[in-house]
């Protein structure tokens, strides 16, 4: 029997971790990452004894923020591929440099796990043990993002790992076409309650409102997550020839330029670059200021107005009738973000400097538009549906529904059932044998 380890994404979203350990009990991790609850921060830990390797989906931290920890003291291959490997390194380092969170690991071991990144191509079928294979696929989620069939024991396991089955501006759809049958499905489950609008009339609807806004004499602001959302922005731009002052800053301007050295990874690299072009990037306080004044779109991070190159843009925006706050990305509960599209203002944290006694946040109501663009990269319910359906399975086949919050990984798991899959939204920590 070949053993399914739950270590985190359970009921949640964040710090994804799945063992395998087959019936002579060799081990793989597939992702490791970070969670974003205040504490529970990490997936469950691992006795790394007879390790084999360790597998990463892609580079948002909540598959590969925990990786580091995995090479304290074991030297073991790690899975990846060259752009999802710097992405990574990138958001890891900023995750360390950021937060007060006691990870349990640093730079050291972030380094280790460079040293041992093995580059897998997709549909390369690679050997980490005997009867055990893995075999990277498509997964359409993000530049370099990957679902991984795992091969053991006889037994074919397929884990989704983020998934989006639509065209996007800056990857190809993942498809379920040339799979083998599988025995085991672990798939995610963000969207599964929800409908994406129409790709198309969103996009333009989208430009409309903004070239709209600087016409009008305004400012507009987009909080993008750094990862693929501000470079999807900025294709979206390009594809309507949107020819007025872009700036992009923060993370965002990071991940935008580190692109361009993984031509392989993008849809269209020639497009992205011309797309790019269009944007300037600015890195200096100095420039800022001057171009706070303009009449622009300023993408920048963090996505959910928590902190980063946003924060210099967003307090002249906030105050301007004329001008607006498009949010590109989902906002979590509790989210600044979240506030101001359900509540309308945002609260600034006072400087503790000045009024010791009064730690109570300065409360800006927003006078300027804002609004919530739903440019996702997970398939919806529907898209979801159809990727199992597409799948074949073999007798007996099981289907784990994680990355989701409670809601969405138990609805979209008793969807299933009701379709005549064998299927369950497991919890932390629970082990499946197949
Ligand atoms: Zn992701
Ligand atoms: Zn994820």
Same mark, same amino acid.
């Given at each position: 029997?070949?053993?399914?380890?739950?270590?985190?994404?359970?009921?949640?979203?964040?710090r994804?971790?799945?063992?395998?350990?087959?019936?002579?009990?060799?081990?793989?991790?597939?992702d490791?990452g970070?969670?974003?609850?205040?504490?529970?921060?990490?997936?469950?830990?691992?006795?790394?004894?007879?390790?084999?390797?360790?597998?990463?989906?892609?580079a948002? %931290?909540?598959?590969?923020?925990?990786?580091?920890?995995?090479?304290?003291?074991?030297? %073991?291959?790690?899975?990846?591929?060259?752009?999802?490997?710097?992405?990574?390194?990138?958001?890891?380092?900023?995750?360390?440099?950021?937060?007060?969170?006691?990870?349990?690991?640093?730079?050291?071991?972030?380094?280790?796990?460079?040293?041992?990144?093995?580059?897998?191509?997709?549909?390369?079928?690679?050997?980490?043990?005997?009867?055990?294979?893995?075999?990277?696929?498509?997964?359409?989620?993000?530049?370099?993002?990957?679902?991984?069939?795992?091969?053991?024991?006889?037994?074919?396991?397929?884990?989704?790992?983020?998934?989006?089955?639509?065209?996007?501006?800056?990857?190809?759809?993942?498809?379920?076409?040339?799979?083998?049958?599988?025995d085991?499905?672990?798939i995610?489950?963000?969207?599964?309650?929800?409908t994406?609008?129409?790709?198309?009339?969103?996009?333009?609807?989208?430009?409309?409102?903004?070239?709209? %806004?600087?016409?009008?004499?305004?400012?507009?602001?987009?909080?993008?997550?750094?990862?693929?959302?501000?470079?999807?922005?900025?294709?979206?731009?390009?594809?309507?020839?949107?020819?007025?002052?872009?700036?992009?800053?923060?993370?965002?301007?990071?991940?935008?330029?580190?692109?361009?050295?993984?031509?392989?990874?993008?849809?269209?690299?020639?497009?992205?670059?011309?797309?790019?072009?269009?944007?300037?990037?600015?890195?200096?306080?100095?420039?800022?200021?001057?171009?706070?004044?303009?009449?622009?779109?300023?993408?920048?991070?963090?996505?959910?107005?928590?902190?980063?190159?946003?924060?210099?843009?967003?307090?002249?925006?906030?105050?301007?009738?004329?001008?607006?706050?498009?949010?590109?990305?989902?906002?979590?509960?509790?989210?600044?973000g979240?506030?101001?599209?359900?509540?309308?203002?945002?609260?600034?944290?006072?400087?503790?400097?000045?009024?010791?006694e009064?730690?109570?946040?300065?409360?800006?109501?927003?006078?300027c538009?804002?609004?919530?663009?739903?440019?996702s990269?997970?398939?919806?319910?529907?898209?979801?549906?159809?990727?199992?359906?597409?799948?074949?399975?073999?007798?007996?086949?099981?289907?784990?529904c994680?990355?989701?919050?409670?809601?969405?990984?138990?609805?979209?798991?008793?969807?299933?059932?009701?379709?005549?899959?064998?299927?369950?939204?497991?919890?932390?920590?629970?082990?499946?044998m197949?």
């Open positions: 029997m070949t053993k399914i380890t739950f270590l985190g994404s359970c009921r949640e979203i964040g994804a971790g799945i063992l395998i350990t087959s019936n002579n009990g060799r081990k793989c991790i597939l490791y970070i969670g974003f609850q205040k504490d529970a921060r990490l997936p469950l830990p691992v006795n790394i004894k007879n390790l084999k390797g360790v597998a990463l989906t892609h948002h %931290v909540d598959h590969s923020g925990a990786l580091p920890k995995l090479y304290k003291e074991k030297q %073991v291959p790690f899975y990846t591929n060259p752009i999802s490997l710097r992405i990574s390194e990138i958001l890891i380092k900023d995750s360390l440099n950021i937060s007060k969170y006691n990870f349990q690991f640093g730079y050291r071991e972030l380094e280790k796990l460079r040293n041992n990144a093995w580059f897998l191509e997709e549909g390369i079928r690679q050997k980490i043990d005997e009867n055990f294979y893995i075999t990277f696929i498509n997964a359409g989620h993000i530049p370099g993002s990957v679902s991984i069939l795992i091969e053991v024991d006889g037994k074919n396991i397929l884990y989704s790992g983020d998934i989006n089955t639509q065209n996007t501006n800056l990857c190809f759809p993942t498809s379920t076409e040339n799979l083998p049958p599988i085991c499905l672990i995610e489950s963000t969207y599964a309650l929800k994406h609008p129409n790709r198309e009339m969103l996009e333009k609807n989208f430009v409309d409102k903004i070239s709209n %806004v600087i016409s009008n004499g305004g400012k507009i602001l987009i909080p993008a997550f750094a990862v693929a959302r501000s470079q999807e922005v900025l294709l979206i731009l390009h594809k309507y020839n949107y020819n007025d002052q872009i700036y992009v800053d923060g993370l965002s301007r990071k991940i935008c330029t580190s692109y361009l050295n993984y031509p392989e990874a993008l849809k269209d690299y020639k497009i992205y670059k011309k797309a790019l072009k269009k944007a300037k990037f600015i890195s200096r306080q100095i420039d800022r200021g001057s171009i706070k004044k303009e009449n622009a779109v300023f993408i920048a991070s963090s996505g959910m107005l928590k902190g980063g190159a946003v924060m210099e843009y967003l307090k002249t925006i906030l105050r301007d009738p004329l001008s607006a706050i498009y949010f590109v990305g989902y906002q979590v509960e509790d989210s600044p979240r506030t101001l599209l359900d509540k309308g203002y945002f609260d600034y944290k006072r400087d503790h400097g000045s009024v010791v009064d730690l109570s946040p300065i409360r800006v109501v927003a006078k538009d804002y609004e919530y663009f739903d440019f990269s997970h398939a919806d319910g529907t898209q979801l549906l159809e990727y199992v359906n597409g799948l074949k399975f073999r007798d007996g086949s099981q289907v784990f994680i990355h989701g919050d409670e809601k969405s990984t138990t609805r979209f798991s008793s969807s299933l059932v009701k379709k005549g899959y064998n299927s369950v939204a497991p919890e932390i920590g629970e082990e499946y197949i």
